[in-house]
């Protein structure tokens, strides 16, 4: 079943094929070659490789015999005491079959701070069995004592230059042929994030042929050149057609206002227009955000939006 899943079948089991992050997979080499891994951290957006790196030190260290060494939970969906109490506590109290066990809570920082707490006093109690890495997005929510007893690893989004590397060599083993155009689309819509981008990849395996609209229409997402052109009829006053374009963005194709929204901010910033202009703009954007985030039609919202660009 995993074999059919691209992000799992292509995950890479060694440190050496993970993509970009050189200086964390340099240090992390160097723990594993002297045997002194620590606890861990590893802060960082979606789809940066955290995952991956854990999973491949547990493969580095045990080899076939990893899954007895290597529990890993998901704090999101399990972020009670309960859990550390007695899931994370019952499994780094057993012997491990060689060496140290290693312990992964991804989305860590979604523990409540009391579970928090209990797991600070279980990394104390079982240091000489267990080792913990951590995975969180955002560091500053995981409390300060946990902190202090992990060498925290920042891993940052990954480049569209080693995206495109990777992605092409995936899309070379399954067959597919996608025009740099397409990449570049699945690229910019995937915002660093390589486990999006390969399941976009995996979505257009089943197009007969691969085009920037095939990207933005399988993923949902609203085409730039659309939001551009509508963007540009506002701001010449052009309110009809403006509004036509964003009539068949939100019936036409399904997208929602957020969609539309985002997409906009994204054009806003490449605008032939001046500085001043995209300043006021990005301000009235972010107000017309705020009134769909508090529940207001989003087809109202937007075409008032294109009705004051018309004034600016």
């Not at 309110?239 to 036509?244: G, I, L, N």
Request: with cysteine; glycine share 6%; hydrophobic share 40%.
């Amino acid at each position: 079943m995993e074999s059919s899943i691209w992000v799992e079948k292509y995950r890479p089991h060694r440190l050496d094929g993970i993509v970009s992050q050189k200086p964390i997979i340099e240090r992390l080499k160097y723990l594993l070659e002297k045997n002194s891994l620590p606890h861990c951290l590893f802060a960082g957006p979606a789809g940066c490789g955290k995952t991956t790196a854990a999973l491949a030190i547990a493969n580095e260290l045990y080899g076939e015999q990893w899954h007895g060494n290597f529990l890993e939970l998901n704090a999101s969906n399990e972020r009670g005491i309960d859990t550390v109490r007695v899931k994370v506590k019952d499994f780094a109290r057993t012997m491990p079959l060689q060496g140290y066990k290693i312990i992964y809570l991804d989305e860590a920082d979604s523990l409540t701070k009391d579970a928090q707490h209990a797991l600070r006093r279980t990394m104390e109690n079982y240091a000489a069995t267990c080792r913990f890495i951590l995975a969180c997005n955002y560091s500053g929510k995981i409390i300060p004592p946990i902190q202090s007893r992990c060498a925290v690893f920042r891993f940052s989004s990954l480049r569209p230059d080693e995206m495109k590397s990777y992605l092409q060599d995936i899309a070379l083993k399954e067959g597919m042929k996608v025009d740099d155009d397409s990449m570049d689309a699945v690229i910019k819509i995937s915002e660093g994030d390589m486990r999006r981008a390969v399941n976009t990849l995996q979505l257009l395996s089943s197009a007969k042929k691969v085009s920037p609209e095939t990207v933005y229409s399988v993923v949902n997402r609203a085409d730039p050149a659309d939001v551009r052109k509508m963007l540009e009829l506002a701001l010449a006053a052009k309110f009809s057609d403006a509004r036509e374009i964003l009539i068949t963005l939100l019936h036409g194709r399904g997208l929602s206002g957020d969609d539309v929204v985002r997409e906009i901010h994204s054009q806003i910033l490449s605008l032939g227009v001046d500085d001043r202009k995209k300043l006021l703009l990005i301000e009235r954007l972010g107000e017309y955000e705020f009134r769909l985030t508090e529940g207001s039609n989003p087809r109202i919202q937007l075409e008032a939006f294109l009705a004051q660009l018309g004034i600016l």
